[in-house]
């Protein structure tokens, strides 16, 4: 099974929102609401942002948000800051138990 | 506070083995599914395979399964991944994480450890 489909960069200026997308089938992402987000900085584990499709883990900022409509589950960060430069990776349950992982996005703060 | 250490990592040839292990405190440990999560050298996440609370239930992304096999102890809090037949592409750093708090497979991995690296060359 292929990689859930996410651009491979996204960019915006501090304050703005950027919303990074993750595509996938009906019988992965449009089939279960159990997609997670994940942010990574180069060298270091990755932290989860966003579970269940809309849930943010206790310590999240609520300038995180997730959401999903049909097969693309999408991420948007408001009111960027610098810190969130890091590389974002999707990942959902996809029936058979599997998990499978979107290919990354690097997130860039302009 | 949730603490995973890897351990067990290193250079090893092709058709070799090797077992990672993954040290966890602060939580209750038996409670939780552990799962293994690799990244190759400048590449994304990769799922490889998830054990349920009880160590019964056990599953394996494809690209795995039949060459490694994930297993914990509950009474030393650990968790383990045996990798035989290693092949070059099995190249990665090996993350260690934690959940969900209930036998379902879900990727709501709330923490992670450090990562231990796996190297297969001859």
């Known amino acids: 099974q292929s990689a859930l489909i996410q651009p491979p960069s996204a960019s915006g200026s501090p304050g703005q929102s950027v919303t990074i997308s993750c595509t996938g089938t009906?019988?992965?992402?449009?089939?279960?609401?159990?997609v997670s987000w994940y942010k990574q900085h180069p060298g270091k584990a990755p932290k989860l942002m966003i579970y269940?499709?809309?849930k943010r883990p206790s310590g999240v900022p609520d300038r995180f948000s997730g959401s999903k409509s049909g097969n693309t589950a999408s991420l948007t960060v408001s009111g960027l800051q610098a810190e969130d430069e890091a590389d974002y990776y999707c990942?959902?349950?996809?029936?058979?138990?599997?998990?499978?992982f979107g290919g990354g996005t690097k997130l860039t703060v302009l | 506070e949730v603490q995973l250490l890897e351990s067990g990592g290193g250079l090893v040839q092709p058709g070799g083995s090797l077992r990672l292990s993954c040290a966890a405190s602060?939580?209750?440990?038996?409670?939780?599914?552990m799962s293994w999560v690799r990244q190759a050298p400048g590449q994304g996440l990769e799922w490889v395979s998830t054990?349920?609370?009880?160590?019964?239930?056990?599953y394996y992304a494809d690209s795995v399964k039949g060459r490694l096999t994930i297993s914990r102890d509950n009474s030393k809090n650990t968790l383990f991944l045996q990798m035989n037949t290693l092949r070059a592409e099995d190249t990665a750093v090996y993350y260690c994480?934690?959940?969900?708090?209930?036998?379902?497979?879900?990727?709501?991995?709330?923490?992670w450890g450090q990562g231990t690296l796996v190297t297969v060359s001859s």
């Open positions: 054990i349920f609370g009880g160590g019964r239930s056990t």
């Open positions: 009906s019988s992965d992402v449009g089939g279960y609401d159990f």
């Open positions: 269940e499709v809309t």
């Open positions: 990942t959902s349950y996809v029936g058979s138990n599997k998990v499978l």
């Open positions: 994480a934690k959940g969900p708090g209930e036998n379902k497979l879900r990727p709501n991995f709330d923490s």
């Open positions: 602060g939580f209750t440990f038996s409670s939780y599914a």
